[in-house]
Structure formats: C-alpha cells, structure tokens
C-alpha cells in the first residue's frame, strides 16, 4: 500500500508559478511510475503529466507543454510539478498518482492540493 501526499499548492496570479510536490511512502518507490493529474469545478479529472520510474521518458498534456515540468526524486521518494506561466484555466484540485511498472492502470491516489490561479 503505497500512500502519497501532496503540498504546494495556492493562489497565485496569472503569469506565475508554484511547485507541488508529493511524498510517497509504504511501498519501493522505484517500483512505480509517476503521474499528476487534476480537477477543475465541474470537470473530469484530466491527465497532466507522467514520469517513469527510471526517470527516462516523460509525458504531459497539450495544454500544459512547455509550461509544467515533472521530476522525481527516487532517493527521497518524491515527485515534482514544476507549473510556470500559469493560466486561470489551471486552476484546479491537483492529485498525485502512482501505477505500478507492469500496469496501465494509476493504483494509488493522494489526496489534492488545491490551485488558484487569478487573472
């Protein structure tokens, strides 16, 4: 059972930037692959971004290409959202996400953190 927890998150105007991170925990955190994704009011939870376990590839939505960028930190067991250039249409609750290797499917879930971006 691998439980995660995000912070970072906040208001902040448009044009800016904030970092989320999320800490993992309660499992080999070198065994999963890494994702971010988000909710807006009134909207499905859509796909941010993704980073593989051995750090080597890289995934992120269109909208958010060029402006966000994932890490990972396999000693410290923690992912990164660095988001720049931030737009109100970002605003959303942000969750980390976890999938095993072997597996399509996200497993495990943090909690949110909230984003506010003012125009």
């Known amino acids: 059972q691998v439980q995660l927890e995000e912070s970072g998150g906040g208001l902040v105007q448009a044009g800016g930037s904030l970092r989320l991170s999320c800490a993992a925990s309660g499992g080999t955190f070198r065994s999963y692959n890494m994702g971010w994704f988000r909710q807006a009011p009134g909207k499905e939870r859509e796909f941010v971004a993704a980073?593989?376990?051995?750090?080597?590839?890289?995934d992120y939505a269109d909208s958010v290409k060029g402006r966000f960028t994932i890490s990972r930190d396999n000693v410290k067991s923690m992912v990164h959202l660095q988001m720049n250039s931030l737009r109100s249409e970002d605003t959303a609750v942000y969750y980390c996400?976890?999938?095993?290797?072997?597996?399509?499917?996200?497993?495990?879930w943090g909690q949110g953190t909230q984003v506010t971006v003012s125009s």
């Open positions: 980073i593989t376990w051995s750090y080597d590839n890289t």
């Open positions: 996400a976890a999938r095993p290797r072997s597996s399509g499917t996200w497993i495990y």
